[in-house]
């Protein structure tokens, strides 16, 4: 277990309402990033944070947005859920950049209907 | 921006025989680290092996090795002795040395015969 918790990991919702999906480490690793994962696209980077309040965009931020006001929780927020953000979302952990590893959670499937 | 390929949607292999899956990516950079990451059913990332480009040795591990060829930007998994266990997405992984974003391909599915 690498210390990751993401809930919820199920959730079903319909398109226009927001959702938060938290994301809890126990490790106190600086770094942690939200991942969705698509059928043919691997896993792109949604948004990072190197930091308590510090956050920077990801390849695929549009529609999304993060807070970190502490070192163990990591928020994911969309605002107004499309049915385009269907996906199964994926916390990871690092103690910091280039070759440390990444650590995963196990996953949160979000459907909008 | 950096570019993974992975040119093979579904690799299927014997049990206890070698497979190996291909990645290819595309940087300008001469510092990064390659990754391959193994996604089972359960849905969990876990890592299998890490190559740092400024070294020329392939990495191993236990049954997982790696064909690092820097020049033609080439990483690919040599899996021997093939388990049932191996069967999974497999994903390949970039990172620079001093970039955030892991860059993934889009995955190999491997199938593992009895």
């Known amino acids: 277990d690498a210390g990751i918790t993401q809930s919820p990991r199920h959730k079903v919702t319909e398109t226009g309402t927001p959702v938060t999906l938290r994301c809890h480490q126990t490790?106190?690793?600086?770094?942690m990033y939200w991942y969705r994962q698509d059928p043919g696209h691997g896993l792109r980077l949604i948004h990072y944070?190197?930091?308590?309040?510090?956050?920077d965009k990801g390849e695929v931020s549009d529609g999304y947005s993060v807070s970190r006001s502490k070192t163990e929780d990591f928020l994911l927020t969309l605002e107004s859920a499309t049915s385009s953000q269907t996906s199964v979302y994926f916390c990871?952990?690092?103690?910091?950049?280039?070759?440390?590893?990444?650590?995963f959670g196990a996953g949160s499937r979000l459907t909008v209907l | 921006a950096q570019t993974v390929t992975q040119s093979q949607p579904e690799m299927s292999v014997q049990e206890a025989e070698t497979v190996t899956l291909s990645c290819t990516y595309d940087?300008?950079?001469?510092?990064?680290?390659l990754f391959w990451y193994k996604q089972p059913p359960s849905r969990q990332m876990i890592l299998v092996i890490r190559?740092?480009?400024?070294?020329?040795q392939n990495a191993t591990e236990n049954r997982f090795s790696v064909n690092f060829q820097k020049a033609a930007k080439s990483f690919s998994l040599k899996i021997s002795d093939s388990q049932l266990g191996d069967a999974a997405m497999y994903f390949c992984?970039?990172?620079?040395?001093?970039?955030?974003?892991?860059?993934f391909g889009a995955g190999t599915r491997l199938t593992v015969k009895p």
């Open positions: 490790e106190n690793h600086r770094y």
């Open positions: 992984a970039y990172r620079s040395e001093n970039n955030n974003d892991m860059r």
């Open positions: 940087t300008s950079e001469s510092d990064y680290y």
């Open positions: 944070s190197y930091g308590v309040k510090d956050t």
């Open positions: 190559q740092e480009a400024y070294k020329q």
């Open positions: 990871a952990i690092s103690a910091g950049s280039g070759a440390n590893v990444l650590t």
